[in-house]
C-alpha cells in the first residue's frame, strides 16, 4: 500500500522568496511520483514527475523536486516566487501501474501555496 | 485540441435525485479515473476504468456507479444512496507512462 504525507496544509512566502513545499511517501514497491497544481475550481496539472533515473527532476515553471530514498522524501522546490504560483499543490505516489494500463494514483492533502508582496 | 471535458460544470441536485456527470476525452487513453476532491481531504479514487466494459471500484465507491460502453466516455451516476454528495469531482485518464491528465471537474451541490 501507498501513502503520502505533505507537510503544511498552508505555506506562505514572499514574491521572489524560496518555495518548499514538503513530501513524504511510503510504498512498498520502488515508488513513482508525482507533483501536480490546482487552480481555484479547476482540475490538477503535473508539473512534474519521477520513474526512474535522475533523482533531480525539472519541471514546468521553474519547479524540481530530489526523490530522496533514504529519507523517503520527494520535496517540491522553486528558487524564486512568483504571484501566479499562488495555487494547491498535490504529491501523489504509484506503487505500480495496472495491468491493463493506467496508474492508481494516491494524493496527499494538499499545500496552499499563497504568496505575498 | 486533445483533452478531457467534463459536462456540467455546476450542478445542483435535490435530496433523493439521481445525477449523471458526464466525462469525455480525445485523448486514446485506455484507463479513465473518477476522484472526489474535499477541502482538506486530496483527491480520492471513487471507480477506474482500464478498457472498455471493465471498471473497478475504488477507495470510496459506495453510493456511485459508472459505465464504459465507449473508450472515449466514462460517466459518473452519483446516486440517492450516496449521503455527502457535495463535492467537486475530478475525471482524469491516463497513458502506459503513468502520467493522468485531469478535466476541468464537476462541483455538485446538493440543495
Same mark, same amino acid.
Not at chain 1, 42 to 51: E, N, S, V
Given at each position: 500500500? #501507498?501513502?503520502?504525507?505533505?507537510?503544511?496544509?498552508?505555506?506562505?512566502?514572499? *514574491?521572489?522568496?524560496? !518555495?518548499?513545499?514538503?513530501?513524504?511517501?511510503?510504498?512498498?514497491? %520502488? %515508488? /513513482?511520483?508525482?507533483?501536480? !497544481? #490546482?487552480? %481555484?475550481?479547476?482540475?490538477? #496539472?503535473?508539473?512534474?514527475? /519521477?520513474?526512474?533515473?535522475?533523482?533531480?527532476?525539472?519541471?514546468?515553471?521553474?519547479? =524540481?523536486? *530530489?526523490?530522496?530514498?533514504? *529519507?523517503?522524501?520527494?520535496?517540491?522546490?522553486? %528558487?524564486?516566487?512568483?504571484?501566479?504560483?499562488?495555487?494547491? /499543490?498535490?504529491?501523489?505516489?504509484?506503487?505500480?501501474?495496472?495491468?491493463?494500463?493506467?496508474?492508481?494514483?494516491?494524493?496527499?492533502?494538499?499545500? #496552499?501555496?499563497?504568496? =505575498?508582496? | 485540441?486533445?483533452?478531457?471535458?467534463?459536462?456540467?460544470?455546476?450542478? &445542483?441536485?435535490?435530496?433523493?435525485?439521481?445525477?449523471?456527470?458526464?466525462?469525455?476525452? +480525445?485523448? +486514446?487513453?485506455?484507463?479513465?479515473?473518477?476522484?472526489?476532491?474535499?477541502?482538506?481531504?486530496?483527491?480520492?479514487?471513487?471507480?477506474?476504468?482500464?478498457?472498455?466494459?471493465? &471498471?473497478?471500484? $475504488?477507495?470510496?465507491?459506495? $453510493?456511485?456507479?459508472?459505465?464504459?460502453?465507449?473508450?472515449?466516455? &466514462?460517466?459518473?451516476?452519483?446516486?440517492?444512496?450516496?449521503?455527502?454528495?457535495?463535492? &467537486?469531482?475530478?475525471?482524469?485518464?491516463?497513458?502506459?507512462?503513468?502520467?493522468?491528465?485531469?478535466?476541468? $471537474?464537476?462541483?455538485?451541490?446538493?440543495?
Amino acid at each position: 500500500a #501507498q501513502s503520502v504525507t505533505q507537510l503544511g496544509s498552508h505555506v506562505s512566502v514572499s *514574491e521572489g522568496a524560496l !518555495v518548499l513545499l514538503r513530501c513524504n511517501y511510503s510504498s512498498s514497491v %520502488p %515508488p /513513482y511520483l508525482f507533483w501536480y !497544481v #490546482q487552480y %481555484p475550481n479547476q482540475g490538477l #496539472q503535473l508539473l512534474l514527475k /519521477y520513474t526512474t533515473g535522475a533523482t533531480l527532476v525539472k519541471g514546468i515553471n521553474g519547479f =524540481e523536486a *530530489e526523490f530522496k530514498k533514504s *529519507e523517503t522524501s520527494f520535496h517540491l522546490t522553486k %528558487p524564486s516566487a512568483h504571484m501566479s504560483d499562488a495555487a494547491e /499543490y498535490f504529491c501523489a505516489v504509484s506503487g505500480s501501474f495496472l495491468t491493463g494500463g493506467g496508474n492508481k494514483l494516491t494524493f496527499g492533502t494538499g499545500t #496552499q501555496l499563497k504568496v =505575498e508582496l | 485540441d486533445g483533452g478531457i471535458t467534463q459536462s456540467p460544470k455546476y450542478l &445542483f441536485r435535490k435530496e433523493g435525485q439521481n445525477v449523471t456527470l458526464s466525462c469525455e476525452q +480525445n485523448l +486514446n487513453h485506455d484507463a479513465m479515473y473518477w476522484y472526489r476532491q474535499d477541502p482538506g481531504q486530496g483527491l480520492r479514487l471513487i471507480y477506474y476504468s482500464q478498457i472498455v466494459n471493465d &471498471f473497478q471500484k $475504488g477507495d470510496i465507491a459506495e $453510493g456511485y456507479s459508472v459505465s464504459r460502453e465507449k473508450k472515449e466516455s &466514462f460517466p459518473l451516476t452519483v446516486t440517492s444512496a450516496q449521503k455527502n454528495p457535495t463535492a &467537486f469531482y475530478l475525471c482524469a485518464s491516463s497513458t502506459h507512462t503513468g502520467e493522468l491528465f485531469f478535466g476541468e $471537474g464537476s462541483r455538485l451541490t446538493v440543495l
